[in-house]
């Protein structure tokens, strides 16, 4: 009995991540939460206008680097997307209105809680994605949110209004 606890406390971080996957797992498909996609609002376009003292293509470089962290995996529109979300916040008034400092806002982005945004490859397919969300392209419909529902987020996260799924992704306003 004492070497089963022992095992327990050994491996408590791994197993406790592992229940939070599961639950997380079980509340997005068991329990019926299904991702409904809302129709798509008629938005006007605009293209993003850099902060003024900052040139475009520091913050071409410094939205890439978030996307290639946050999304490198998922399809191209899923990466223009993750930019979307970012641009949609700097005009949001709840958010910062630059783009860094919506990208270093604390706890806003695990890549950059974790460091990882200086370290994900696949920065050439994420500058292009950079590039298209800055002209203007917003698969997301104005999401200001998204998560992965197969990580263990807050359950806050699912209080938003869902917008649509674009690869593991979740968007959100």
């Given at each position: 009995m004492e070497q089963i606890l022992a095992s327990l406390r050994r491996y408590r971080w791994f197993l406790l991540f592992g229940l939070a996957v599961v639950i997380g797992l079980l509340t997005y498909t068991g329990l019926g939460r299904r991702v409904e996609q809302s129709p798509?609002?008629?938005?006007?376009?605009q293209a993003y206008r850099p902060a003024r003292g900052v040139s475009r293509s520091d913050e071409v470089d410094l939205l890439a680097r978030l996307v290639a962290a946050e999304a490198g995996n998922e399809p191209y529109a899923g990466q223009v997307?993750?930019?979307?979300?970012?641009?949609?916040?700097?005009?949001?008034?709840s958010f910062p209105n630059t783009l860094a400092g919506v990208i270093y806002q604390p706890?806003?982005?695990e890549s950059v809680?974790?460091?990882?945004?200086?370290?994900?490859?696949?920065l050439v397919t994420a500058r292009r994605a950079a590039i298209d969300a800055l002209n203007g392209w917003d698969p997301t419909y104005g999401s200001l949110y998204f998560w992965n529902p197969a990580k263990p987020v807050n359950p806050w996260i699912w209080t938003r209004q869902i917008v649509t799924q674009i690869g593991r992704h979740i968007f959100a306003r």
């Open positions: 798509a609002p008629e938005i006007p376009v997307a993750v930019a979307a979300v970012v641009l949609n916040r700097v005009a949001h008034p706890l806003a982005f809680t974790t460091g990882w945004i200086w370290r994900a490859p696949g």
